[in-house]
């Protein structure tokens, strides 16, 4: 089913949390809605859940007008960060619960409740409390009770941020290929843009109430509309006055027409990774990333003079300061001047 | 010696309950049959006593009736909404634990007398007598005992949060739904706690029942003025009869929640 949120603002008290945001979403797609901390993107999620009114503005699901519909007739399943298990009840009667209160015959709630478990690996944990569970687990009957009442529409608040790396990684090829069986118009707040590239067909990017760019992950990352986007996506870097990534810029060790000579300050390697800083007079170190194979070909080491230029095809912004994502993972290799330390803490943005 | 602290401090703790609850608590018992089963026989056969008692159980059930359904409500508000005057409200609702039962007493005596209080003339215009009559006593109980409920849950409510009744919500649960099914479990442990302190606190008032009862004796009496006036008048094992049935229905009130709470424990662990 299609959502739409036209001109919705949402304050609290003095507060702006939603500055007139308007996201259109496509039946059967799945979205992320990226973003820093604070941006607003749980506030959107709940708003389109009904767990959060808008001061103004207009949700619509399925072509509906839902705006003032309490959230238990909107068809919408949410899943909760925490995952918000009911703790008196076991795995199988909180998968049931909204079976239970629709009041469907006994025999369809368990045989539902059962193909539900078995979609999502539990099929042997019904019995248990959810106190006996995994996190992974948790998250997975938390998932499982919101698929049970065929909502139209899903939403996750970062549905995965509470688990380890490896769990998360998991769950997030499963969620995907769940999403391609069960085809149930999603949409999940992540603020891991690794995540969102990763899983989501469409990515909306939120920050301080307001909607940056909305687009598939290459459209958003081939074309950034901003320097906030960009930084936020990953690394970057400046190089001649443009805001880069760091592996698209090459490295060579001869001079070539529009290549601007610099010195190798430092070489970090990390696993396949080379992270060369490299000065170039006046402007702040430029920031590039290597293959261990290309550092090797190149034969460059500290202190050596090599030329960067743009690889052919490279996302460039033109650098505006004011815009970069002010707690974006990259600010300091862009503004700080300190290029090498905040590469090496930009490569993984968000640990 | 490691484990010298440990045993010196529990034996501190046990002479301090003993010292002070288990030991005077037991002579309540002990001194009800000090001349035998007769005389306590004798104390639950006077009509006066048995009326006494009805009485005291009147209030306390109205009183554990009215904290809870009103408690709940409270808490609810007091947690769950944000509103002006929010906190004036939370501070209104521990007064009644820091005035004194007799200040209490005589608040209700001036809004309810049947002579000269605000409320009271209109009500004993059409018939109905506050004071010196069980409603006042009602009153005064329900006053007294009316924050332990509220602050039994208030404390689980805000460690619940609000997530389980807003997924419940988004399951399909109206509101109802959803303080049945979700709510009250939650807080079940707490609100039978509350309801336990409310109920021996309100069996054991005193102070207020006093001053709006008028202690009109086989009418207005209840079982703690009865002790009083039996202790008065020298009859010791009256007293203590009737002080050991109020102290035996805290005891088993606070002995069926330990055993409740050690059964559900073992189930869900
Ligand atoms: N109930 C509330 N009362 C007051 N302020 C709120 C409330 N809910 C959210 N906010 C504020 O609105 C802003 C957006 O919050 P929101 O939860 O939508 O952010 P988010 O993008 O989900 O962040 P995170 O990634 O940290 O979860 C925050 O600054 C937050 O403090
Ligand atoms: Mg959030």
Redesign the pocket.
Same mark, same amino acid.
């Given at each position: 089913m299609s959502i739409e949120i036209r001109d919705v603002t949402k304050t $609290? /008290?003095s $507060?702006t949390?939603l500055d007139d945001v308007s996201v259109a979403i496509r039946p059967g797609s799945l979205t992320a809605l990226l &973003?820093? %901390? /604070?941006?607003?993107? %749980?506030?959107?999620l709940r708003i389109i859940a009904g767990l959060e009114t808008a001061d103004s503005g207009v949700v619509t699901i399925d072509g509906a007008d839902a705006t003032r519909l309490p959230p238990q007739k909107r068809g919408v399943g949410f899943v909760f960060q925490h995952y918000a298990a009911f703790p008196h009840m076991s795995v199988a009667r909180n998968v049931a619960f909204g079976l239970e209160i629709r009041k469907r015959p006994r025999e369809e709630v368990r045989a539902r409740v059962d193909e539900l478990l078995r979609l999502v690996h539990l099929e042997q944990f019904g019995d248990r409390m959810p106190s006996q569970l995994s996190g992974g687990q948790r998250q997975r009957m938390a998932l499982a009770r919101a698929l049970a009442v065929e909502p139209s529409v899903l939403l996750l608040?970062?549905p995965f941020g509470a688990l380890d790396a490896k769990v998360r990684k998991e769950l997030r090829d499963w969620l995907r290929r769940l999403h391609d069986e069960v085809h149930v118009t999603t949409v999940f707040?992540t603020?891991d843009q690794e995540e969102a590239l990763e899983v989501a067909d469409e990515i909306v990017v939120?920050s301080q &109430?307001r909607v940056e760019q909305t687009g598939s992950p290459d459209a958003l990352y081939d074309r950034p509309a901003n320097p906030f986007v960009m930084s936020f996506l990953g690394p970057v870097t400046q190089l001649g006055g443009r805001l880069v990534r760091p592996h698209d810029i090459e490295v060579l060790g001869i001079e070539v027409r529009d290549a601007v000579a610099g010195v190798v300050a430092d070489i970090q390697r990390v696993g396949n990774e080379a992270r060369v800083r490299v000065g170039v007079g006046g402007a702040p170190p430029v920031a590039v990333v290597l293959t261990r194979a290309e550092l090797r070909a190149l034969g460059a080491r500290v202190g050596d003079t090599v030329w960067l230029r743009l690889a052919a095809g490279a996302a460039t912004l033109p650098v505006d300061d004011a815009a970069v994502a002010p707690s974006g993972p990259t600010l300091p290799a862009v503004a700080g001047g300190e290029g090498g330390r905040a590469l090496a803490g930009a490569s993984s943005p968000r640990g | 010696m490691a484990r010298r602290g440990p045993v010196v401090l529990r034996a501190v703790v046990i002479a301090y309950l003993v010292l002070l609850v288990a030991w005077p608590v037991s002579l309540v018992f002990t001194g009800a049959f000090a001349n035998g089963l007769a005389p306590v026989l004798d104390t639950f056969r006077d009509p006066l006593v048995l009326n006494a008692l009805r009485l005291t159980a009147i209030a306390a059930g109205w009183a554990v009736v009215l904290n809870t359904v009103f408690g709940v409500g409270v808490a609810l508000l007091l947690v769950r909404r944000t509103f002006p005057g929010r906190r004036l409200l939370a501070a209104l609702v521990d007064l009644p634990l820091a005035v004194s039962p007799v200040v209490v007493g005589l608040a209700i005596a001036l809004v309810y007398g049947a002579r000269s209080g605000w409320l009271g003339v209109p009500l004993a215009n059409v018939g109905l007598d506050i004071i010196y009559s069980t409603p006042g006593i009602v009153l005064a109980t329900t006053f007294i005992a009316l924050p332990l409920v509220i602050r039994e849950i208030i404390p689980v409510l805000e460690e619940v949060g609000t997530e389980q009744e807003q997924a419940a919500r988004s399951l399909g649960a109206g509101p109802w739904t959803t303080f049945r099914r979700i709510t009250l479990p939650a807080i079940r442990w707490g609100l039978v706690y509350g309801v336990v302190l409310c109920l021996a606190r309100a069996v054991g008032e005193f102070g207020a029942v006093k001053v709006v009862s008028g202690n009109l004796i086989g009418r207005t009496q209840t079982a703690t003025l009865t002790v009083e006036e039996l202790y008065m008048n020298f009859d010791r094992e009256g007293a203590f009869a009737v002080a050991a049935t109020l102290a035996s229905v805290s005891i088993i009130a606070i002995a069926i929640v330990g055993l409740l709470r050690a059964r559900t424990e073992r189930r869900t662990s």
């Open positions: $609290f /008290g $507060f949390a &973003g820093p %901390s /604070g941006g607003g993107k %749980s506030t959107l608040d970062e707040v603020h939120i &109430g | -």
